[in-house]
DNA sequence: GATGAATGAGAATTCATTCAT
DNA sequence: CATGAATGAATTCTCATTCAT
C-alpha cells in the first residue's frame, strides 16, 4: 500500500500511537510492534519515521517540552500574580485534556539524557521566578516569599500530576484551585 | 552450621544492592547479574532469596512503603501544624538522606500494579488531612483551608524531589523550608 | 517516445553501478538501494532491468565470464608460447585496468551455484593447455610439462590477483614479467 | 543443562562446528543458529563463547593464521630449495587435509579489516623470499630469478587452492608436484 | 516507465530463569 | 546452599521486494 504524501503527517501519527501505547502500557513494556499496531501500519514502517524506539521517546519528549515552552511564552499582560494563577490553572488543564502524553512524563522523568527533563522544569522555574520578581516590584508579595519558592509552585503542580498519574481517582482537573489557594493567594501581600 | 545462617540478612544486603544498582541505571537497565555483583553474589544466588527480578522491585517498595509508614506513625504529639512541619521537614531528610532509595521512586511510579504507590500517598495524604482538621479544631487554620490541600501539600514534597530527581543540582535538603513556608505557615490563621 | 529509449543501455549503467558498489564494499554489505543511488535512480527501479538483488551479481559474473571468454578468443597467430605470454600480460593488463571488476571476484568466488566460475577457470586452463601442446608439437616445451602445468599458470595469476585484492600495495600490473617468467619461459625447452 | 568444565574446549568445539557450517553455506548465508545447531548447544550458548557473529569469523581467522606461522616455523634445515618444495608439499597437504577450513578461506578473503590476511600472505612472501635468497647464496639459483618471485610462488599455492575451491572436482592434492616443477625447480640453476 | 512508501520475513543479540554440579 | 553454564523466548532493527500512484 505505498505512496503516502505527508510524511509529516504520517510521522505525527505514529508518534501519537506510540504516545498513547506508552500511555497504556509504559514505554519500557511498549514494544515497536505495538506502536505499530495501534497506528495501524507494519512494524517496519514505524522505521521509516523515527530511527530507533528510543527516537520515539525522544519526540514525545520534544513535543511535551514544545507544548510547555508554548504555555509559558503565551501569558497575556496583567497582575504577576493573577498570570501565575492562570499559569497553574492551565498546565493543570492541558495535563488533564491529554492523559495520554501525562501519563508518558513518567517515562521522560525515567529516562535521563539524552533527553532533558531538567531543562523543562528550569524553564518553569525561571518562568514563575519572573513572575514572582514582578509581583514584588507591584507590591502584591508578602515578605518572606522569594524565588525558591519557584520549586515549590512547580512542585506543587507536578505533584499534584504525580498523585494522579499513580492514583488516576484523583481529580486532577480539580486541584487547580487548592494550588493556587496555597501557591498564589497564600504569597499575596 | 549452614556458610548463611540469617536468610533474612542475606535478603536485605541483596535488596540494598538492587537498590543502589537501581538507583544508578534505573530498573528498565538493570541485570540480574548487575545485582548480583553489586552483593558479591552469584546471579543463581539471587533467586534464592527473591522469585523474580520483579520481586526486587516489589520488595524495594515494601521497603519504601515500610519506612514511609514509620515515619508517618511516629509523630510526637504537639500542635497540629507543627507537627505537620516535623513531618515535612522529616520526609524531605529521609529522601535527601537516602538518594538511592529516592532514585528508585521514579521505577516504583512507573511500575503499576501489583505495586501500590497509591495507597502510600493516600496514606500520606491522610495523616495530612488529619492533621489540618486537628489545626482547625485547635483554631490554629485560616478559613478556605480545606482536606484537599492534603493533595498539596504532598504534592509540594512529590514535587520537590522530582524535580531533584530531574537535576540533581537543586539542594533538596533545602528545600524543606520553602515548602513549610508555604504550605504550613501559608495555611495558620 | 519513452523516457528511456534503450532498456538494455539502462541495464548496463546499473550494472556498472552495481559493480562499483560491490567492490566498494563487497556484495554482502550492498544494499539494493546503495545500487540504486550509485546509479542515481530509484530503488524501485532497479527492478525494472533486474529481478532480484543476487541478479546483479549473476550480471557482473556474466559480464566478467564474457570479458574472459573475449580474451581467450583474441589471440593472434604465432609460437604458442608467446602467445601464451601474451595471454598472460593481457589477464593481467584487465585485471589491473579494472580494479573494481576484479574486486568483485571475490563475492564471485563466494557465490557458489549458480554462478559457474569453476567453467570460466575451465575454459582458461583448457586454452592453455592447448597452448601447451601446440608448444609442444612446435618443440618449444621442455620435457616433463604437461597439461597439468595449466592449472599452475591459471594459478599465479589468480593468485597473484588474490594476494593484490587482499593487500592492493602490491603492484599487480608488474608481476605479469615474473609470472611469465616463470611459468612461461621456464618451460621453454 | 549447566555445568561445563572446559570454557576453552567449548570454544573451541564452537569454532569448529562454525568452520564445518561456513565451509558448507558461506559466512554471509550461515546464521548463528546453524552454528549452534551443528555444535549440539541452544544458539544463545554460542554467545557464552564468542562475543559475536564476526567474532566467529575472526577466530576462524586467527586459527588459520596461526597453522599457518607453525607451518612456516616448522620448516627444517636443508638446502633451500629443497626446504621451499617442502613448505610448498605441506601447505598444499594441509589445505587437503582439512578442507572445511580450506573453504572457508574465501570467506576470510572478503571479510576485510580487522581481518588482516594481507599480513599472512606477506609473512608466507617473507619465508619464501628468504628462502630465495639463501638458494642464492648457496648458488642453487639461476639468474634471473629474485624476491618478485616469492609472489608468484604463493600465487601458484593459493591459486590451485582457489581453482579447487570454485572446482572441489579438480585434484588438489596432486598439484604440489607441478607446483614444485614449476616454481622451485624450474628456477634452479 | 519511475518512484519510494509500505511490508514483513528474518537475524542478531539479550537476559530472566533454571538446574546439574 | 551456591554457582554459573545453558537455554530459548522475546525484541529490535534491516532490507529485499512489491505495487499504488
Do not use: N
Not at 500574580?81 to 525515567?110: C, F, N
Not at 494522579?164 to 486532577?172: G, H, K, N
Amino acid at each position: 500500500m505505498p505512496k503516502r504524501v505527508d510524511h509529516a503527517a504520517r510521522r505525527q501519527e505514529i508518534l501519537q500511537a506510540a504516545v498513547r501505547v506508552f500511555a497504556r502500557k509504559g514505554f519500557a513494556s511498549s514494544r515497536i510492534e505495538d506502536v505499530a499496531a495501534e497506528a495501524g501500519i507494519a512494524k517496519g514502517s514505524v522505521y521509516l519515521s523515527f530511527d530507533s524506539r528510543d527516537a520515539l521517546l525522544q519526540a514525545a519528549f520534544e513535543s511535551y517540552a514544545a507544548g510547555s515552552a508554548q504555555l509559558l511564552a503565551s501569558l497575556e499582560p496583567g497582575p504577576a500574580l493573577d498570570r501565575l494563577a492562570t499559569l497553574v490553572r492551565r498546565v493543570v488543564a492541558m495535563l488533564a485534556a491529554h492523559p495520554d502524553h501525562a501519563r508518558v512524563l513518567v517515562d521522560l522523568w525515567s529516562a535521563g539524557p539524552p533527553l532533558d527533563m531538567a531543562a523543562v522544569y528550569r524553564d518553569y522555574r525561571e518562568a514563575i521566578a519572573g513572575l514572582l520578581r514582578q509581583a514584588r516590584e507591584e507590591g502584591a508579595l508578602r515578605p518572606g516569599i522569594d524565588e525558591r519558592h519557584a520549586v515549590v509552585i512547580v512542585a506543587a503542580i507536578e505533584g499534584c500530576l504525580l498523585q494522579w498519574l499513580v492514583d488516576p481517582e484523583l481529580p486532577l482537573a480539580d486541584l487547580a484551585a487548592p494550588i493556587i489557594e496555597v501557591c498564589v493567594e497564600g504569597v499575596r501581600s
